[in-house]
């Protein structure tokens, strides 16, 4: 979707690298994903669920931008 979208920003995190991170993010499973601080996904999520959270993440007006971090 960042590929696709200058509005959608990904970020990639190694939690054997990034332990405080990891922790604070409360990783357990790999992969996790968090949009917007608010969804979180642990391991593999359907594509349609994971699209239906990142549309409702962003909101209505499609105006926020949308930052996906595993």
């Keep these: 979707m960042a590929l696709a979208s200058s ?3 990904s970020t990639s995190i190694e939690a054997q690298e ?3 991170l990891a922790r604070a993010y409360q990783v ?4 996790k994903i968090v949009l917007n601080d608010r969804v979180e996904f642990m391991g593999a ?3 349609a669920m994971f699209l239906e959270a990142v549309q409702a993440t ?6 926020e931008e949308v930052e996906a971090t595993p």
Aim: glycine share 16%; proline share 11%; no cysteine.
């Design 7 to 9: 509005r959608v920003r």
């Design 45 to 47: 999520a359907p594509e």
């Design 28 to 31: 357990s499973a790999v992969p």
């Design 58 to 63: 962003a909101g209505d007006g499609g105006d």
């Design 18 to 20: 990034f332990m405080e």
